[in-house]
């Protein structure tokens, strides 16, 4: 019984399989012909099944031929005797005359035709390019509200062809109705997709044109809400320059911003605190909890910053610790009596719904620096700021690492919980805006020990397995395959606890993903070597600087120094560093204000302040080597 036997190798997102046939040579003969004979039945066939068409009848390719060399009434009426001959075509024929029409201008033809469309009839993408053009005579008839009805598609299922004219027709459907914000951020998206020219530089105008025309207050309100990553705060910062620069408006918010320059020194280096203005004062209240669920993270908060005090070289305050309690209530209180007994700088609370409580009331502050942040749209008064270590900007800073290695397409590998999909939100928002792209994303359990499934999935090994199964069954024989992840990618973000990390990198080792540049976060990181992390050798990830003993300031004690304190190693290490550098920042609130996007030198990164009157961190580097964490540039 002759069984014949293939070599294959099969990717997922190759175009073609390349396969080996090896056949006895008594027998090849005759399977050749046997094969011809087959393609040649095949394609009568398919000849005998292609409906006839008129000798003057035009074909699609005259159509769209005419199409793109500018005929556009020829064109249309190409598309319109296709139409004519063909019943199951006939709408997506008549969408295609609609959109010649169009392009001729004229919109009485291109009306008259979308009218005996039916929707229904349509393909998925044609449906879009309908609506499209529903919307754009809507607002021929003043009919806005028509229009963005129309156009209420999610963002992320918008053909990427036809972006640009759907972020058009909504900024112009929002101006119309004075949305004026709405209609900026379309016109910012938009402004993302083109490239340079006339085009660009006229959506450009309407944006400065559409800030302009913004109050003052609405201008630095929205500015002060608006993340410094986030594609429409240059638009903002520039209306900001200018209305400060036409006002005269020494001493203004705007006027501070627009003198500060901070997109500009968002990647200068980072200075030193002894080097800025810093203020004098005599008492600070800490106001941290002593029980409760935030007991423990106040505990390190607190030995961070009194470690952080006894190093302090210049003139001490006197601190003061005062409890508040479990309760916003409690911290409140705790916030009124420190302001009783004289306090004239205060660092907390801790939670975030205190801090919001604090922003949110007209209790008479002193300068604050919070350990926490508050949420949206609470800010913090002149004279404030808010402090925190959250897991999204480590996600921002490994999406701009990758940019900036030319590293554009990424998998996103994250646990099944809270944190995992703030970090993958986070991760993804700032790799598009930067045109970067997220080409897949699984979740896992971080209970379970086997990740093999959601990592077949995400690397498109299970698809390149189902292929082969097919073939098996196509061609009643065994294969022999070499497995290769997606060749699509560039890098893989992950987010993964140390333990974690130990059992998913053998995984993605032995699916060959690791083939790819890996970035993590600090969750990776358990604070301590250990020769059990030399699975983990090659990954890149965040870290506080001060736990990889990349610091050298002389106000920042060395953890050698600190090697009696528990809280000065191990998970509660970070937030540890996170009380020094709250202690250290305390007396330039309001150079650090004044100065946003200006970076200094922290332990637990490069610090500056954002117009939220958020601290922005951007941490440092470390790749695992011989199981052990090595600062990188």
């Given at each position: ?96 005359a ?37 919307a ?28 640009p ?18 209609a ?45 990553n ?30 500060s ?57 006197a ?146 397995q ?31 606890r ?15 993903a690791t ?40 106000s ?78």
């Amino acid at each position: 019984m002759f069984t014949p036997s293939y070599d294959a190798t099969l990717n997922p997102h190759d175009t073609a399989l390349t396969m080996t046939l090896k056949l006895p040579s008594s027998r090849a003969s005759a399977l050749l012909q046997t094969a011809l004979l087959l393609a040649t039945v095949l394609a009568l066939a398919a000849c005998q099944s292609t409906p006839s068409r008129r000798a003057d009848q035009p074909s699609e390719m005259d159509a769209q031929t005419l199409f793109l060399q500018g005929e556009f009434g020829a064109a249309a009426q190409a598309w319109l005797d296709l139409a004519r001959s063909s019943r199951s075509e006939r709408d997506r024929y008549r969408l295609r005359a609609a959109e010649a029409y169009r392009e001729e201008g004229d919109a009485a033809a291109m009306q008259g035709l979308v009218d005996n469309i039916d929707r229904a009839k349509l393909p998925r993408e044609d449906q879009f390019r309908l609506d499209l053009m529903q919307a754009e005579l809507a607002l021929t008839r003043n009919d806005a509200a028509g229009a963005l009805a129309l156009l209420a598609t999610p963002t992320g299922s918008v053909p990427e062809d036809r972006a640009p004219r759907y972020y058009e027709l909504r900024a112009r459907a929002h101006a119309s109705q004075n949305s004026v914000l709405d209609a900026i951020g379309d016109r910012v998206a938009l402004d993302t997709l083109l490239g340079e020219g006339s085009d660009k530089a006229a959506n450009a105008a309407e944006i400065r044109a559409l800030v302009a025309g913004l109050p003052e207050a609405d201008l630095r309100l929205r500015l002060r809400e608006a993340d410094r990553n986030d594609p429409l705060y240059p638009w903002l910062l520039a209306g900001a320059r200018a209305k400060a620069e036409a006002s005269g408006s020494g001493g203004s918010y705007a006027s501070d911003i627009a003198t500060s320059r901070p997109l500009e020194q968002s990647f200068t280096p980072a200075v030193v605190l002894h080097d800025i203005e810093r203020a004098t004062y005599g008492r600070v209240a800490l106001l941290l909890p002593s029980k409760g669920p935030l007991a423990a993270a106040a505990a390190a908060v607190r030995e961070g910053i009194f470690a952080a005090y006894f190093a302090d070289p210049n003139p001490r305050p006197a601190i003061k610790v005062y409890d508040v309690g479990s309760t916003v209530e409690e911290a409140m209180a705790a916030y009124q009596l420190a302001l009783d007994d004289g306090a004239e700088r205060v660092l907390g609370p801790i939670s975030r719904e205190a801090v919001t409580q604090l922003f949110q009331s007209d209790v008479q502050r002193v300068p604050t620096l919070t350990l926490n942040y508050a949420d949206a749209p609470a800010l913090p008064p002149p004279g404030s700021l808010q402090f925190a270590l959250l897991p999204e900007e480590e996600a921002v800073s490994a999406a701009d690492r990758l940019i900036r290695r030319g590293l554009r397409r990424a998998l996103v590998l994250v646990p099944r919980d809270e944190v995992g999909q703030r970090a993958a939100a986070a991760f993804g928002e700032r790799l598009r805006a930067q045109g970067g792209v997220v080409a897949g994303q699984a979740e896992y359990d971080p209970s379970a020990a086997d990740q093999t499934n959601e990592i077949r999935r995400l690397t498109g090994i299970e698809q390149s397995q189902a292929r082969v199964q097919f073939l098996r069954g196509l061609l009643g024989t065994e294969l022999r395959m070499d497995p290769t992840p997606r060749a699509d990618v560039d890098a893989i973000f992950l987010f993964a606890r140390n333990a974690q990390a130990r059992i998913l990198l053998p995984q993605l080792k032995s699916l060959e993903a690791t083939r790819f540049p890996i970035l993590a976060t600090s969750a990776i990181y358990g604070g301590s070597n250990s020769a059990a992390d030399v699975d983990l050798d090659g990954v890149e990830f965040c870290e506080v600087p001060w736990l990889l003993g990349a610091t050298d300031e002389a106000s920042i004690p060395t953890r050698a120094q600190l090697v009696a304190l528990k809280t000065a190693s191990g998970p509660a290490a970070r937030l540890f560093a996170f009380g020094i550098d709250a202690y250290r920042l305390l007396p330039h609130l309001e150079w650090l204000e004044r100065n946003p996007g200006r970076p200094v030198i922290g332990a637990t990164g490069a610090l500056s302040a954002d117009p939220n009157g958020r601290i922005r961190r951007e941490p440092g580097w470390a790749r695992y080597t011989g199981a052990s964490p090595r600062p990188v540039d």
